[in-house]
């Protein structure tokens, strides 16, 4: 088990819930992701990313997914803590 206390995780914790008449209108909206975008590192001149001690080797294939555009949270989560699990 990693400890992760030092990572930077999104708040959201899923899709938000619509707006609706009734319980049966209430549907959940997908979460848009896209990858995030490196940064040049001057001094080693190459782009990076960083992954919080979560990657060991070097590869074109890490990547990390962030949320496109703000979404509003559910009700009751700024008063929930976010609960992450390692794969």
Do not use: Y
Not at 57 to 83: E, R, Y
């Amino acid at each position: 088990s990693m400890d992760l206390s030092s990572c930077r995780f999104s708040e959201l914790g899923g899709g938000a819930l619509q707006e609706g008449g009734g319980d049966d209108s209430e549907k959940e909206r997908p979460l848009v992701l896209r990858n995030k975008a490196p940064r040049w590192h001057e001094q080693l001149q190459c782009w990076c990313l960083n992954f919080c001690g979560c990657v060991t080797v070097a590869s074109v294939k890490n990547f990390q997914l962030i949320a496109s555009a703000p979404q509003p949270a559910p009700v009751g989560a700024a008063s929930a803590p976010l609960q992450a699990a390692t794969p």
